[in-house]
Nanobody, 123 residues
């Protein structure tokens, strides 16, 4: 069982930056691929970023590529999402996700979810 706790959300103006953190419980953090998803009101949950267990590979959809950066510190059992050049359309609840071993970009394949943190980008 893995428990995930996100932090770092908030209100930011368009063009600004935020860093989200996700602290994970458990002793096998490095064996989990980690990801971030987001869900805006009235929309489906969508993939935002993912990173392999070692941190050696990262994945992004085109909508955030070049603006968002995912990283992890396995010694601290924490994964981060740095978001730059934020746009109003980035407004959503952001969720941390953990998967045993493999990356997934599909919400229904995620093994564990955090509770979510709200990110609001004002224009």
């Amino acid at each position: 069982q893995v428990q995930l706790v996100e932090s770092g959300g908030g209100l930011v103006q368009a063009g600004g930056s935020l860093r989200l953190s996700c602290a994970a419980s458990g002793r096998t953090f490095s064996s989990y691929a980690m990801g971030w998803f987001r869900q805006a009101p009235g929309k489906e949950r969508e993939f935002v970023a993912a990173i392999t267990g070692s941190g050696g590979s990262t994945y992004y959809p085109d909508s955030v590529k070049g603006r968002f950066t995912v990283s992890r510190d396995n010694a601290k059992n924490t994964v981060y999402l740095i978001m730059r050049s934020l746009k109003p359309e980035d407004t959503a609840v952001y969720y941390c996700a953990a998967n045993r071993a493999v990356i997934t970009t599909k919400p229904h394949q995620v093994d564990y979810w955090g509770q979510g943190t709200q990110v609001t980008v004002s224009s």
